[in-house]
């Protein structure tokens, strides 16, 4: 799932600069990054003849169990963990809701 442009944007709070701060003005720009993000469902591994014989209705295992957390990705880099929510009334669009944040040693496990 990697699906982003066709999400709605998240309200976003524009930073004020101020006579106290003239930090903010300089990170504004590097706030305005637009970044990859990707919600990991699981993996498989296969043999490229297995991969070849795959058609329509195929079914691919992942190595991920239902009920366990995906991995929240940023630029080839786990950020965070959560569970996968219906986020549409009439159920026809996925989410993350997030329950853990990742540190840095944690996330390099990923690449």
Known sequence: MTETE???????VEPQPS???????RHDAILRIPVTVQVVLGSAKMPV???????RGAV?????????PV????NGRIVARGE???VDEDNSRFGV????????????AFN
């Open 97 to 108: 809701s997030l329950t853990e944040i990742v540190g840095s040693s944690d996330a390099d």
């Open 49 to 55: 003849a297995h991969l070849m014989k795959l058609g």
């Open 71 to 74: 991995n929240v990705v940023v």
């Open 19 to 25: 006579a106290a701060d003239p930090d903010l003005t």
């Open 6 to 12: 066709d999400f709605p944007q998240s309200p976003q």
């Open 84 to 86: 996968v929510v219906v």
């Open 60 to 68: 691919v295992a992942l190595d991920q169990r239902v009920g366990e």
